[in-house]
């Protein structure tokens, strides 16, 4: 049975590593945002000794799951050179490793959107590469990505829980320790869900208004 009083009591502690849930998921946004930029760039070199096994290390990471990745680190690491990293650490590394995939592949598809006389001109104005991609291209491709990448950290936000997996103490984590000591889970797995959602619906709906106001942007630029 639901008990109100109950809920009343757990709540605030909840709420209290609800800033440690969010740390851990704007921390290792940072790290996918910066390192997918390289990714981006080396997946779209003319090396093949460079492109290739960067896209054969992307896809490996894409396309395993997070949870093991997280196990090597804190676990395997430890073992291979000596590296002890702690749960919050570890959570963030994880996170930003995996999910700068999917940033590479948003960066890439925005740079790819440029239009090519935006190079056939850099190249016409003799622009270096560094003038070419700092001046021309990447203020074109980055914008209209934003959108995308404000989606994934909602996603990111939303697979914190499986960090509980490396004792990380965030909501999920809490709310199990909360319910080995009462024998109730009813309450507790209900208001992690609440919280998830009363923080990530905000956040989509600012995404979208975000999303519909870089369109509008185009369209009007499009029409000038």
């Not at 109100?4 to 940072?30: D, Q």
Request: proline share 6%.
């Amino acid at each position: 049975m639901w008990d109100w009083h109950y809920v009343w009591e757990i709540l605030p502690k909840l709420l209290t590593v609800v800033p440690i849930t969010i740390a851990v998921t704007l921390a290792g946004f940072i790290i996918a945002s910066l390192l997918g930029m390289p990714l981006a760039l080396a997946r779209r070199s003319r090396s093949r000794w460079i492109s290739l096994p960067i896209t054969a290390i992307a896809d490996f990471i894409r396309k395993t799951p997070l949870i093991i990745q997280l196990y090597v680190i804190v676990f395997v690491f430890p073992e291979m050179i000596g590296v002890t990293l702690s749960p919050f650490i570890a959570g963030v590394i994880g996170l930003g490793i995996h999910y700068s995939t999917y940033m590479s592949e948003v960066y890439r598809s925005g740079i790819e959107a440029v239009p090519k006389g935006q190079w056939e001109a850099s190249t016409a104005l003799n622009f270096s590469k560094a003038k070419t991609w700092f001046r021309i291209i990447l203020p074109q491709s980055i914008p209209p990505t934003i959108p995308v990448m404000g989606n994934y950290l909602i996603v990111m936000f939303k697979e914190t829980p499986v960090l509980s997996a490396i004792t990380l103490v965030e909501l999920l984590m809490t709310a199990k320790e909360l319910g080995s000591s009462s024998f109730r889970y009813l309450e507790e797995f209900t208001l992690v869900g609440i919280i998830f959602f009363a923080l990530s619906y905000p956040s989509a709906l600012l995404v979208r208004a975000l999303e519909k106001r870089m369109q509008g942007r185009e369209r009007s630029a499009a029409t000038k």
